[in-house]
């Protein structure tokens, strides 16, 4: 049976292994280009977006809901690692391998926790995969938006490095950018686009 000692004791534990996801190093950099993000900064990131950003969703959206999924939603990374959207090599982005191997990773990482608060966040977690519901396409929305971001600011990024196109850029990002938050999309895309016209003239 669980006591307050072992309860506490869980819940640190899972606190612990959590701090592991700032070693995580994402595809993105900073904003001004001078290191890799890690999966902590880049959840800590989001969060702010989806206060900041919260007009842009759709009415009945709740952002504390959307907040709580966006701390939650690259735990899994702690096993699986980042696995970059664009990225040509490898492992593909979104693959049925990928979502096998972080829904082992969300067993484990979720399951250090006390049962109520495991059921809880490991829901919180597959909402936000499944994307169906208002709240997890609006978090989905700001989960690609800001990584857009970045790369405009520091200059094109991953774009670069992945030699990432306008099509692209589109299909894999814009699109659900759009679905959760049009009108952050149509703003966001005009500065995509011009960079994207300025790279071809260089």
Known sequence: PETPESRLARQFAFLLEADRLKQVLRA???ADGSRRENSGEH????TLYAMVLADQADPGVDINRVI?????HDLVEIDVGDVPIHSQNGTAHGSAEVAKAEARAADRIFGLLPADIARDTRALWEEFEAAATPDAVFAKAL????PVMHNIA???????????TADQLEARVGTKIARGA???WDWVKGKALAWFDQDKGN
Request: no cysteine; hydrophobic share 40%; proline share 3%.
């Open 28 to 30: 993105t950099t900073l």
């Open 68 to 72: 709580r999924m966006l701390i939650l």
């Open 143 to 146: 989960d690609r938006v800001q």
């Open 182 to 184: 049009p009108g952050l």
């Open 43 to 46: 959840s800590w990131h989001l």
């Open 154 to 164: 520091s200059g094109g990024g991953t774009w670069i490095e992945y030699q990432v």
